[in-house]
Nanobody, 120 residues
Framework: VQLQASGGGLVQPGGSLRLSCAAS????????MGWYRQAPGKQRELVAT???????NYTDSVNGRFTISRDNAKNAVYLQMSSLKPEDTAAYYC???????????????WGQGTLVTVSS
């Protein structure tokens, strides 16, 4: 089982980017999915989460600018980022609480980071 993230890049302030992350492998179910980020010299922080039923949660600094969504049929989670600011520059990591085939409970899996740079 693995999570594969994509969509990072260089964008000017005020611009937009869409991150994608898909889980692959033998998976029984996925509960909460989310995005975290880690800026240079800082701790990893929560950006947004989404439950299987669609309930969402955002950190205050991105509320109103970022939108998290998921496609349960594709085991995928997305992060639409708009009105980007230089302080959004970070490596973004997707996370999923999923139950692999043969497991009795859900385990947190992480994707590799995808770098987002907001700069003019």
């Amino acid at each position: 089982v693995q999570l594969q993230a994509s969509g990072g890049g260089l964008v000017q302030p005020g611009g937009s980017l869409r991150l994608s992350c898909a889980a692959s492998g033998s998976i029984v179910s996925i509960n909460v999915m989310g995005w975290y980020r880690q800026a240079p010299g800082k701790q990893r922080e929560l950006v947004a989460t989404i439950g299987r039923g669609g309930n969402v949660n955002y950190t205050d600094s991105v509320n109103g600018r970022f939108t998290i969504s998921r496609d349960n049929a594709k085991n995928a989670v997305y992060l639409q980022m708009s009105s980007l600011k230089p302080e959004d520059t970070a490596a973004y990591y997707c996370n999923a609480a999923l139950r692999p085939s043969g497991a009795y409970y859900h385990v947190a899996f992480w994707g590799q980071g995808t770098l987002v740079t907001v700069s003019s």
